[in-house]
């Protein structure tokens, strides 16, 4: 447990994914033109006096330690893991128990998020009530991207929150530091994340509400959304928070700006 609020960005690996993955067809062309994009799967620790708080955990630690560093096929693209991709190996490597978790948030519960689930063991895993019906009942339609066996271990500690489109937010400690907000679309109870430090700056982890640039600029509509819809409505909730907070927005999946990104002991606010 830290005496102070920091953020952390967690390295959780890559994946060289087919551009259509990311970029609905139905969109800007250019964005399908040229090779398979690589991207990133981010994980996030947030220090907090009351608790350590993961947001995420990337692909389950059999599927990490699988190949080390090689190329494993999946039904959505090629993975490049190691066994220090998995969340847990992230945050002991920062020298954090995770006996000190005291929260999993998950944005969602599709397979490259749901890695840390279980592996905390004082915490309490939670998510929106409607993504968990969904996670651990998947329709045939959704179910490539769904991993029911961590999500369904007994013993875990659930926790489900039902958060309005325009509801402010859940404020998970009450002091406006971590704000959970209702961004679906891309699946049925996705939520971001509003972050406050103490010296009123503020971060947005937006998560696959917005995966990328192209889709916060609004030239493109992410390649996978179950309500295109409500998909759209999240990418302008989450612009105009960031113009009413003139906060940075990290994405879901951008390896342009996850290159360029602190990671580690370095806190991002």
């Known amino acids: 447990m830290s005496d102070s609020f920091s953020v952390h960005a967690l390295d959780g690996g890559s994946m060289l994914c087919p551009r259509p993955n990311l970029f609905h067809i139905g969109g800007n062309p250019e964005h399908l033109e040229g090779e398979p994009m690589v991207i990133?799967?981010?994980?996030?620790?947030?220090?907090?006096?009351?608790?350590?708080?993961?947001?995420?955990?990337?692909?389950?630690?059999?599927?990490?330690?699988?190949?080390?560093?090689?190329?494993?096929?999946?039904?959505?693209?090629?993975?490049v893991l190691g066994p220090d991709s998995h969340v847990l190996a992230q945050v002991e490597a920062l020298d954090v128990d995770p006996a000190d978790v005291r929260y999993v948030v998950h944005t969602h519960l599709h397979n490259d998020h749901v890695g840390g689930t279980g592996h905390f063991p004082?915490?309490?895993?939670?998510?929106?009530?409607?993504?968990?019906?969904?996670?651990?009942?998947?329709?045939?339609?959704?179910?490539?991207?769904?991993?029911?066996?961590?999500?369904?271990a007994p013993d875990l500690n659930w926790e489900t929150i039902a958060i309005a489109a325009d509801d402010p937010g859940h404020d998970l400690y009450g002091d406006g530091t971590i704000r959970l907000i209702a961004t679906p679309g891309h699946s049925i109870g996705h939520m971001s994340l509003v972050l406050s430090g103490g010296d009123g700056a503020s971060l947005i982890l937006a998560g696959d509400a917005v995966p990328d640039r192209p889709h916060f600029e609004e030239e493109a509509m992410p390649g996978w959304s179950v309500d295109a819809e409500k998909a759209a409505a999240s990418i302008k909730r989450v612009r105009e928070l960031q113009d009413q907070l003139q906060c940075e927005v990290l994405f879901g999946h951008s390896i342009e700006q996850w290159q360029d990104l602190a990671k580690g002991p370095d806190s991002l606010l």
């Open 40 to 79: 990133p799967f981010p994980s996030y620790l947030i220090r907090h006096p009351k608790g350590d708080v993961v947001v995420d955990g990337g692909w389950r630690q059999e599927v990490c330690a699988a190949g080390d560093p090689s190329l494993k096929p999946t039904t959505i693209g090629t993975l």
């Open 122 to 152: 004082n915490a309490i895993e939670l998510v929106d009530e409607s993504e968990l019906r969904v996670g651990l009942s998947p329709g045939w339609f959704t179910e490539f991207i769904y991993d029911t066996e961590p999500i369904s």
